[in-house]
């Protein structure tokens, strides 16, 4: 069983079209990050959330971060060929000490 | 600031072979965890070295054995090695300021890539 749900799998849009990702639990998350990872790389940090409901803004991506800390969204606005890659939420259960990884969602953006 | 670095980057092994893969920590960082990443999956946790003690291990058989040394670099070594361990192991550091609480922002290595043959 898959504790942390993402979806879609995968998602191949057209430049300029906007997109959302989503991640799903029905655990209770104390933080959750969102990483973007290019093949053969490790995951790079793009976010943390803490607060239920908290909204966060890195230039065309939004990230929000469900009121009761059990799922979150990635927008896209305007997709960009460089937004490619492997999208990524990881949740922090509790005081321990490893994330819990989604499956991921593969992104693809033509040109 | 120097960045989580990783070694080696590729590494071939047959079956029944033992592997060592090592992590430097990000400059600052206290906290080694490693991860397991199979082709097409997300990385599945490992386990997490605290001040050079385990601080939590995942779902993963005692052949997978750890050490973290005063520096904060860390070792991760296998054992024993299936075809199944093929896959990228991740090294992530962090912060913590106590064992029992984690913040947890997570900075990864670029991963070794292993291959079981």
């Known amino acids: 069983t898959q504790l942390l749900e993402q979806s879609p799998q995968f998602l191949s849009i057209q430049e300029g079209e906007n997109l959302t990702v989503y991640c799903n639990s029905s655990?209770?998350?104390?933080?959750l990050q969102w990483y973007r990872q290019e093949p053969g790389e490790g995951p790079v940090l793009l976010v943390t959330?803490?607060?239920?409901?908290e909204v966060k803004k890195l230039k065309r991506l939004t990230f929000q971060f469900g009121d009761a800390r059990k799922d979150s969204s990635l927008h896209i606005t305007a997709a960009q060929p460089g937004d490619t890659g492997l999208y990524l939420c990881?949740?922090?259960?509790?005081?321990?000490?490893?994330?819990?990884f989604g499956k991921g969602t593969k992104l693809s953006v033509k040109p | 600031e120097t960045g989580v670095t990783q070694s080696p980057t590729h590494l071939i092994k047959t079956r029944g072979q033992q592997v060592t893969l090592r992590c430097s920590s990000q400059?600052?960082?206290?906290?080694v965890s490693w991860y397991q990443q199979a082709l097409g999956q997300g990385p599945q946790f490992i386990f997490q070295?605290?001040?050079?003690?385990?601080?939590g291990r995942g779902n993963f058989p005692p052949r997978f054995s750890g050490l973290q040394f005063p520096n904060y670099s860390s070792e991760l070594n296998v054992n024993a090695l299936e075809l199944d361990d093929s896959a990228l192991y991740l090294c992530?550091?962090?912060?913590?300021?106590?064992?029992?609480?984690?913040?947890?922002?997570?900075?990864f290595g670029p991963g070794t890539r292993l291959t079981v043959l």
């Open positions: 655990s209770v998350f104390s933080s």
């Open positions: 070295y605290y001040r050079e003690e385990e601080n």
């Open positions: 990881a949740g922090a259960l509790g005081s321990q000490g490893n994330l819990i």
């Open positions: 400059s600052g960082h206290n906290t």
């Open positions: 959330v803490v607060t239920g409901g």
């Open positions: 992530a550091s962090s912060f913590q300021i106590t064992s029992g609480r984690a913040y947890n922002e997570q900075f």
